[in-house]
């Protein structure tokens, strides 16, 4: 009777655990905190260090990146991404090893479930780890697309993307979807990832929120 219990239970957390169709490298699992240099808008690449690796060894808990072995939560964006395929590559010279991984991962908001599909590269040498983020993997550029810092708006509800004269300040315009704009600044206010644009045609310049814009 204890048996045919045991294997039922077993049976039973089999069935309602989470699938998982990739996992990360354990050359990249932990907490990295986000670097004094930061983010790159024209290549779209943020650098974290390891703890270790800080000035004071110490990690600023807003700005962590933590990575386990199904995904990773951006702590300043509050973004949460589950591994769906991975690929990983090393490089070794006398310095040391360098490992890439090419991820791509359903991402959406803590606490709720609303996935987008993104791609990231991850390039780790030492207590550095840079991590390019690209495009919803449905709307991959061609190999001719523009430099990276060029975009175009994206607003999954089909409306006007609001700009604003600061990061969720006062509205001063909008901008319709595939409106070709280039990024000049990020900011992350409250968690948020901000973005500053240009039209690269007619329109105002300002502040928009920076997942509703994509590389072209």
């Known amino acids: 009777m204890l048996k045919k219990l045991l294997?039922?239970?077993?049976?039973?957390?089999?069935?309602?655990?989470?699938?998982?169709?990739?996992?990360?490298?354990?050359?990249f699992v932990g907490d990295w905190c986000l670097a004094e240099d930061g983010y790159d808008a024209k290549t779209r690449t943020t650098n974290y260090q390891l703890p270790s690796w800080t000035e004071d060894g110490q990690c600023n808990k807003t700005k962590i990146l933590s990575i386990d072995?199904?995904?990773?939560?951006?702590?300043?964006?509050?973004?949460?991404?589950?591994?769906?395929s991975a690929r990983y590559s090393s490089d070794t010279a006398p310095s040391g090893t360098g490992y890439t991984?090419?991820?791509?991962?359903?991402?959406?908001?803590?606490?709720?479930?609303?996935?987008?599909?993104?791609?990231?590269?991850?390039?780790?040498?030492?207590g550095n780890l840079y991590v390019k983020t690209g495009t919803p993997a449905s709307a991959a550029p061609p190999a001719s697309a523009a430099p990276v810092n060029t975009c175009v708006v994206n607003d999954p509800t089909?409306?006007?993307?609001?700009?604003?004269?600061?990061?969720?300040?006062?509205?001063?315009?909008?901008?319709?979807?595939g409106t070709?704009?280039?990024?000049?600044?990020?900011?992350?206010?409250?968690?948020?990832?901000?973005?500053?644009?240009?039209?690269?045609?007619?329109?105002?310049?300002?502040?928009?929120?920076?997942?509703?814009?994509?590389?072209?």
Not at 69 to 84: M, P, Q, S, W
Not at 200 to 215: E, L, Q, S
């Open 7 to 27: 294997a039922t239970i077993a049976l039973t957390c089999a069935l309602i655990a989470p699938a998982h169709a990739a996992e990360m490298s354990a050359n």
């Open 69 to 84: 072995k199904y995904g990773f939560l951006f702590n300043a964006t509050d973004e949460h991404c589950d591994v769906v």
């Open 101 to 126: 991984a090419k991820i791509t991962a359903n991402c959406s908001p803590s606490g709720e479930w609303k996935p987008r599909s993104k791609t990231f590269v991850f390039d780790r040498y030492k």
């Open 158 to 177: 089909g409306t006007p993307l609001n700009v604003r004269s600061r990061p969720n300040g006062p509205i001063i315009g909008a901008l319709n979807n």
């Open 180 to 216: 070709s704009v280039t990024t000049t600044d990020v900011a992350f206010p409250n968690g948020k990832y901000w973005v500053k644009v240009v039209p690269v045609g007619p329109g105002k310049a300002g502040w928009v929120f920076g997942d509703y814009i994509c590389t072209q």
